[in-house]
């Protein structure tokens, strides 16, 4: 008995549980401070620089890493490339979840968010002609979808065949609907800065910031696939399939080869809004450098050693190169919305994060982590439920 | 070297020229690339 007690002990108390839990305590304390103190005990959120790392990390970085799920339905279910089917479940897992913590984020940053959660902007107070409304409803409807999506999961890992069974027939409008959501309010993020031309710096503001914010969505959403795909065969190897386990290795191929392709294709539009704005002197200042940072460290590199490593057949490269892509896109999305933003300002004004805004960004992340690796262990996501073999 | 504009025109037939130069330089690139990327293809 008290042998059976240590050894479920044993199983409890492992690093990523205690972590873990360390890092869920402090984020519900968090949580009590910001919904009985405000926003102003926990941030350093001001009328100048109203949107700080909830916002810049969690909203903007969340949508763009969960970009997966769009990516891959489609190559799937609307151009055909079956050859990627296994790869569905878990990106549409991630980006349900993603966008899950997204909205989540969202309550915690604005300022009345009962409001938000009873859909005041949308049933009362429409704002029909803001970029924030097309966004919201985008983000609300597009979660819905994802929903109606992730459900076959859980629905078969409960045994309820005749639901399931309807969800699965809906697949292909659910993806069509899931593509033309994603094009709308991928873009519409970056254009949300097009009203802030003397905030933001020249050289990440353009007329054209809604192209760059979609198309670097997608290489976010390949990516993202071929980076969480990584990560799950060290934690979940046990719970894949032989399908799966097959079919991964091309797909970290084929995704590379296209990843590299849109790398190159952000990066001449990129040096093309460049040339259209006349912004050329500035890249010789310090915001110029980093600017450059960005743009030859993680869009060209990336763009070459993904290609590398699709011609060479290197899978190695390639989930590495992946990694660092993503981490270009975290940047990227940093950039935008706090680093370069309001950046005539003085050091002393600027915005910098308040170690509760970081502490409960972390929380966000830890929770997704937590409910992702729940499902993975679960429900059949990096398999098929023997029940539903080929059915698909 | 900033290059001081007068007038729209200007500063459009500067930035259009330019952008079009780079564009064509974008189309061998782009066809260079793709070579280099398929190079081991079957």
Redesign the interface.
């Known amino acids: 008995m008290s042998e059976q007690l240590i050894s479920e002990n044993k199983t409890l108390f492992t690093p990523f549980n205690v972590i873990a839990g360390i890092i869920v305590i402090i984020g519900l304390v968090i949580t009590f401070l910001r919904f009985t103190k405000g926003l102003g005990t926990v941030t350093n959120l001001s009328d100048t620089s109203p949107w700080g790392i909830w916002i810049g990390f969690d909203l903007m970085c969340g949508v763009a890493l969960a970009a997966g799920g769009y990516t891959v339905s489609s190559a799937c279910y609307v151009f055909g490339m079956k050859k990627y089917h296994a790869a569905v479940r878990p990106a549409i897992l991630t980006a349900f979840l993603g966008y899950a913590t997204v909205l989540v984020s969202l309550v915690y940053d604005v300022g009345r968010p009962v409001r938000l959660a009873m859909a005041y902007p949308f049933v009362v107070q429409q704002g029909t002609t803001s970029l924030l409304f097309e966004v919201g409803l985008c983000v609300m409807i597009y979660l819905s979808v994802l929903f109606l999506e992730f459900t076959p999961i859980p629905l078969e890992w409960l045994g309820l065949k005749k639901i399931r069974n309807i969800m699965i027939k809906l697949t292909m409008v659910l993806t069509i609907f899931g593509v033309v959501l994603s094009t709308l309010h991928q873009s519409s993020l970056g254009a949300l800065f097009l009203i802030a031309p003397s905030k933001l710096h020249p050289l990440w503001y353009s007329p054209y910031i809604a192209v760059y914010f979609f198309v670097s969505s997608i290489i976010a959403g390949l990516s993202m696939v071929i980076f969480e795909g990584t990560l799950s065969h060290k934690a979940f190897h046990g719970k894949m399939d032989k399908t799966y386990l097959e079919e991964h290795d091309p797909l970290v191929l084929q995704f590379g080869k296209a990843a590299s392709l849109v790398l190159a294709g952000y990066f001449s539009i990129k040096i093309i809004g460049i040339a259209a704005d006349n912004n050329w002197h500035l890249l010789v200042t310090p915001y110029g450098l980093w600017f450059l940072v960005e743009l030859l460290g993680f869009v060209a590199l990336p763009c070459f050693l993904y290609a590398i490593g699709a011609r060479d057949k290197n899978l190695k490269l390639i989930r590495f190169t992946a990694g660092w892509t993503v981490f270009g896109i975290v940047l990227n999305r940093l950039n935008v919305s706090l680093i370069a933003f309001n950046w005539q300002k003085p050091l002393s004004e600027r915005y910098i994060p308040s170690l509760m805004e970081i502490g409960l960004s972390v929380f966000m992340v830890t929770a997704l982590i937590i409910a992702f690796k729940f499902i993975a262990t679960n429900m059949p996501v990096f398999h098929e439920h023997p029940d539903y073999k080929e059915t698909h | 070297?900033?290059h001081t504009f007068y007038t729209l025109q200007e500063?459009m037939l500067?930035?259009e020229s330019?952008?079009y130069i780079?564009?064509a330089i974008?189309l061998l690139?782009?066809l260079g690339?793709?070579l280099?990327?398929?190079?081991?293809d079957d």
């Open positions: 070297m900033e500063f500067h930035t330019v952008t780079i564009l974008i690139g782009v690339f793709w280099f990327l398929t190079e081991y």
